[in-house]
Every structure is written in C-alpha cells, then in structure tokens.
C-alpha cells in the first residue's frame, strides 16, 4: 500500500501526541495533580494512529479504560483532554467522567467504557444505526485481549456478523489481561482465529508497525464502508507501563518489558520516515509542536476552574421530555 | 373508547410509535415471525419489514447493547427482554451503560432508548421465568421505571416512553396481557410521574402496582362491605415517583398498605414506606404495612407459588392490621 507524504507525517504526528500526553499525565498523576487512577497507552500507539486515520471526523469509535491514545488518534483535543485528568469543569466530561469516560459524540466518540468487553455490543449499535439511516459511516471498537474472554465479545462478533454491521473490532493484544498473561488467560495465541467461527474476515499485524496497522485498517474500513460488513484485526503489540499507575507488576521481568521498549512504534517508524528520505528537522519541527501543544494543555487544566457541587447532580437525565 | 387487551393495546402503541418516527425500531427475541413470546409484536414485521422490527440471536447483553449504541447515534430503539429474569444477562449494558453515559460523558449525549420488559409469575414458570426485579432498576439513577396496571396505562405510558430523551424501562406484567379496558381511539399520552388514584377511599391507602392493582381492587370491594373504605392508588411510574399524591392521600387516611408482587425485602415498598413515613409522619395512625411475595425464589408447584406471591387476602389481612 503507497502511503503518501502528508498521511505518513500525520501518523508520526499523532503516535507522539499520544505518546507525549501519556508520558506527561504519568509525571503529574505521579505529582498529584490528577486523582483516580491512570491506565497508560503508552507502547501501543501504533494501534490507535494507524487505525483512526482512516476514519473521518462523523465515523465512529468505542474505547477502553486504557482510552487516551483511542480517542487523541480520532481527533480528541489535548486540552480538554487534561482538564478532564485534572477533574476539571472545562474537561470533555466536566469532570464527571475522568481518565475512564472521556467522550465526544461530535466527533464520532461514543466514549471511553471502563467495563472491559461493554464496548463490542455497543459499537454494533452505532454500526447498525448507519446502516440503518443509510449512510456509509463506519465504527471502529478497540478492545484488549483480556475482553476477548468476554460475553459480549461472542455475542457482538456473531451478531456484527449475522447482520454484516460496518464495524472494525481492533484487538489490541498486549500481552496480559490486567496482571495475567494471555498463556493463563485463553489456549489460544491469536484472537483473530475466533473470527472464523462468526464467518468474519480477520488479520493479525504488528501492533508496533503503524503502517503494517494502517494497511490493515485500511482494508477493513474500506470493507465495512462499501457495505461488506465487519473484520475482526488483531495487532499484538505491548503494554510498556503496569495495568495502572502504581502497578507493581511482579508479574513480568525487567527483560520482557525492555525488549518491548527496544520495539518502540515511534522511534521505528521515526527511522523509517528518515530512510524514506523525510528530513529530520520536520519531524523535530512535529515534536516541537507537540510540546507546546501540551504545554498550552496542562496550563489550561490548571487553570481551568473546579466543577460546582451544585454541578453535581447536573446531567443524570435529559430534561426536555418532549411528548406531542 | 375500546375495549382491548394489555397485550393489544402494547401492539398499538409500537405500531404508532414505529408509524410516527422513521427512527424508532423493535429489537429483540423472537420477536419477528413469531411476534413475541407474549405475541405484543405479531404482525408488525409484516406491516413494517425487517429493517424496522430486529428478530435477534438470544444475546441479551448484545440486544441492550445495540439499543445504547443506536440510541446514541440517532435512532430510537425499543428492546424486548422477553423475561425479566432475563435482564441479568444484560446488567452491565442496562446499568452501566445505558444510565450512565449521560451523565459521565457530561451530558454531551441522549439515550433515547426504550427497553419493554414482561415480568411476574402465576404462571408455574418456577424461579427463572417469574421475578418481578423492578426494584434493582429504580435503585439506579439514570433509569427511568414504569409498572403499567392496565391497558390504558401499558399504550400510554409505553407511547411516552418512546418519546423520553431518557432511557426508560417498561414492566409489563404476563398476567395482564389477557385482560381488557377501555382505550381511547385516538392518539394519547400518559405522563410519567402522574400516579392515579383508582378508587377513592378514607380509611386506608392501598398503594398498588402493576398486578397488585387488581388485587388491591378487589380487596376494596370485600373491605367495604364490611363498611371499610379503602383508597386505590397506582403509582404507575416508579421513577419518577409521585411522592405527593401518595403523601396527601395518606394524609387524608391516615393508613398505608403497599402492594407489589416483588418480594418483601428491598423491594420498592420500602422506599414508599419510607418516603411517607418521613413526609407524613405525624399523619400515620398505624404502622405502614408491605404487602409481596414472601423472600423466595418462586416455586413450580401451583400450590407452593399460590402462597409464596401476594393476592387480595394479602391485601385484605395487611388493611385490617393498620385498623387494629
């Protein structure tokens, strides 16, 4: 697959945002300034750059609890972003939703879901509702391989299936459930040989290779766009940081987590982009942009106002009831 | 005026609301060709198609799934769960979802979404196919909970629900659906949040719901030829709730019975009776009296089911306690 010039530079630029927001939220979770806890993407933006960016701003995309990079790559603003870590009024959520939550539906984010597997049922739902209104708006639902033991995994697959919904399930497969390995999770080493019992087409990639998850995304999105119904990706890649902050990840070696590291999408993709004859100082000109766009994203959740108590209890129902 | 069955008068209020808004659809089990398990949709995929009324897999997490995910996204869904017992499939999606994304998504979406659930046992259906779960769902903000009595109630609170913003959940009761009231011909709403009182009364409230009206009615009849007046009073909705009503009544008789087929422990007569025996403590002259299935699962056996659920004699015996 030929990638041009622009789409190459925009996903280097938006695996850095990724990794960038993630890696300054861990300093100040770590300082204190955002409460909860944090489940950092940090290590697989490969996934969520190479998939969004073939989604346009009216597709769609359910998310995780580990969420940041799903929703940065599908366009999510890194200021409100932040205020919304930070518990902030001016957050996505108003500070009702936090690291777990954050959603958009103006730009397709049906939200990120903190119940591992909820997502695979409800992406149908957004998938069936284009088909329904006749549009060719596709929905891509990002998942681990821990929700691959889910209910809602069998029961969203077959049905995504049956009714040949445009849905891309992304299974991001980074190694453990939690703290369990896949080995003590599930028998089997690829997800993606589940999709043959729902009669779905599936391809494994290298989670760690942004472009080898592109053209893979690509194929899908084009399938589920012209009406040919859904595909199940698998991308195996890693999870760098523990399960959360804080995690004290007794179950894996220094070793494995250091070999991942030496795999980092980023800085193989940099190398590719500079083979490829890309000069540096373009991309050094991204990151540098990255920087003060974070910049500009920590002081505004710092500065941002607290929600109201009063704020509270704002928003449980919609109010206007409007029966004619 | 007509006279109609429950069950008939469910059908007319899916058939306006599928005729009045191209967006409104039926999803459920067995729901298509066979029309139900309670024969509510029989016919209306030959007036409508298959697009418009979804026969699905038995995957309930996957229907209330669906449901969340179109609701979000433009439609407005109306999912069967075709037995209460049922919904525990899809919990996650009916209880962390659906009547939270609202609010942890700061308000930023609606979820205009209808779930009918048939509840409720006489039936010999033994402890799988009989609960009356009501309570679970009313514990839960974000959900909105009706227990129509009759046919005029089960189209009009069912027709509004379907134009709620909100996500609203529908208890039918099975033993309804053969029996028959008066039903206006034209187009009506009725009100969430409007109890209505079914016979008036001075001696005693009898606050009934959904089956328990009958019952409750009856027990009127006995009662006041023994000179007791009781006053009938059917909540219709539970959340809302229409605390006032209940309370001026009380006020005036100066007794509480409420009945519901749930059982006893934690089931919405405790809310009730604590509601009024806050608003309208120095009013009671009695102690407020539950009247509900006795705490068990319910049993096979005709005779053993006969005594676990709460009928007129219930009623009756907890009426005569408060006038001791």
Not at chain 1, 21 to 48: D, M, N, T
Not at chain 1, 265 to 285: C, H, M, Y
Not at chain 2, 175 to 186: K, Q, S
Request: hydrophobic content about 40%.
């Amino acid at each position: 697959m030929e990638v041009d010039h622009v789409t190459k530079l925009g996903l280097y630029e938006t695996m850095v945002r990724i990794r960038r927001f993630e890696e300054v939220v861990i300093e100040l979770f770590a300082r204190g300034k955002i409460p909860g806890f944090l489940h950092s993407y940090l290590g697989e933006e490969a996934v969520a750059a190479g998939a969004c960016a073939h989604l346009r701003p009216d597709d769609y995309i359910t998310s995780t609890h580990r969420g940041h990079g799903h929703i940065l790559a599908k366009g999510a603003r890194t200021d409100l972003a932040m205020a919304e870590l930070f518990g902030k009024r001016t957050g996505y959520c108003h500070g009702k939703g936090g690291s777990m939550h954050i959603a958009d539906p103006d730009i397709g984010i049906l939200g990120a879901i903190g119940i591992v597997g909820a997502g695979l049922v409800i992406a149908n739902g957004a998938a069936f509702s284009a088909q329904y209104r006749g549009t060719d708006q596709v929905v891509a639902c990002f998942f681990g391989d821990g929700a691959s033991n889910t209910g809602t995994f069998h029961e969203g697959l077959n049905l995504a299936s049956l009714w040949q919904l445009p849905v891309i399930f992304i299974c991001e497969n980074n190694a453990y459930a939690e703290s369990t390995p896949q080995r003590e999770h599930q028998r089997i080493k690829d997800v993606a040989i589940r999709a043959q019992s729902y009669d779905m087409p599936s391809r494994i990639v290298d989670g760690n290779d942004v472009l080898a998850v592109y053209e893979a995304a690509g194929e899908a999105v084009s399938r589920a766009r012209s009406g040919s119904g859904p595909t199940l990706i698998e991308a195996k890649t890693y999870r760098i940081r523990g399960h959360y902050e804080g995690d004290p990840q007794d179950y894996r070696t220094r070793e494995e987590v250091d070999l991942w590291r030496e795999r980092c999408p980023i800085r193989r993709f940099r190398e590719v982009l500079l083979k490829d004859g890309v000069a540096e100082d373009e991309l050094d000109a991204i990151d540098a942009q990255i920087e003060a766009e974070l910049e500009a994203a920590i002081m505004f959740a710092e500065e941002s106002p607290l929600p109201d108590v009063s704020e509270a209890r704002y928003g449980i129902f919609t109010e206007t009831a409007e029966v004619t | 005026m007509a006279e109609i069955t429950y069950r008939e008068a469910v059908k007319q209020a899916l058939r306006e609301e599928l005729q009045n808004d191209e967006r409104v659809f039926l999803v459920g089990e067995d729901i298509g060709r066979f029309g139900g398990t309670f024969k509510t949709s029989l016919g209306l995929l030959d007036e409508f198609g298959p697009k418009r009324v979804r026969n699905t897999p038995i995957s309930e997490a996957a229907i209330i799934g669906l449901a969340v995910g179109a609701a979000a996204t433009g439609l407005r869904p109306i999912a069967e769960i075709m037995y209460c017992d049922f919904a525990t499939i899809a919990m996650d999606q009916l209880v962390n979802q659906a009547a939270k994304m609202r609010y942890m998504f700061g308000a930023r979406l609606s979820l205009p979404l209808t779930v009918r659930i048939p509840m409720g046992g006489r039936r010999s259906a033994a402890a799988q196919h009989s609960q009356c779960l009501e309570a679970w769902f009313v514990h839960v903000p974000g959900l909105k909970v009706a227990v129509p009595s009759g046919p005029y109630d089960a189209k009009g609170l069912l027709k509004s629900a379907v134009r709620d913003p909100n996500p609203t959940l529908v208890f039918e009761n099975k033993m309804l659906y053969n029996t028959t009231g008066e039903v206006p011909e034209e187009p009506y709403f009725v009100p969430w949040g409007q109890a209505n009182v079914v016979r008036q009364g001075t001696d005693v409230t009898v606050l009934a719901t959904s089956d328990m009206v009958s019952y409750a009615l009856k027990a009127a009849d006995t009662l006041a030829a023994e000179g007791v007046s009781v006053e009938v009073i059917d909540p219709r909705t539970l959340v809302p709730l229409d605390v006032e009503t209940i309370v001026a009544s009380v006020k005036k008789t100066n007794r509480l019975v409420i009945a519901h087929e749930a059982c006893v422990t934690g089931g919405v007569g405790a809310e009730i009776a604590a509601r009024v025996g806050h608003d309208a403590f120095e009013y009671l002259d009695a102690p407020i009296e539950r009247v509900g299935a006795k705490d068990s699962p319910i049993p096979f056996s005709p005779v053993l089911e006969k005594f676990i659920l709460p009928d007129d004699e219930d009623v009756i015996e907890a009426v005569r306690r408060t006038l001791r």
